[in-house]
């Protein structure tokens, strides 16, 4: 698994990675992390990938690592 680019966010860590025939998109944001893979021949290049990363798709993994620290912070209590 290589490391090919990165998309740039105020707050969560955005790389995209290439291994084998699958694009791997690792969003981290404090100790979570959320990876959503696509294959190649779906979405034909990196930047047709980048398109699908959208502001709209950010925000729902956004509001995941909420619900995650909140899932993470009641059971450490």
Known sequence: MRIIDSIPHPSISISIFQMNDKYIIK????PMEQVFKFHIQDVKSVDNLK?????SFIE???ARFNEMFIQMRDVTL
């Open 27 to 30: 969003f981290e944001a404090g």
């Open 51 to 55: 398109k699908i990363i959208d502001d």
């Open 60 to 62: 729902k993994v956004r």
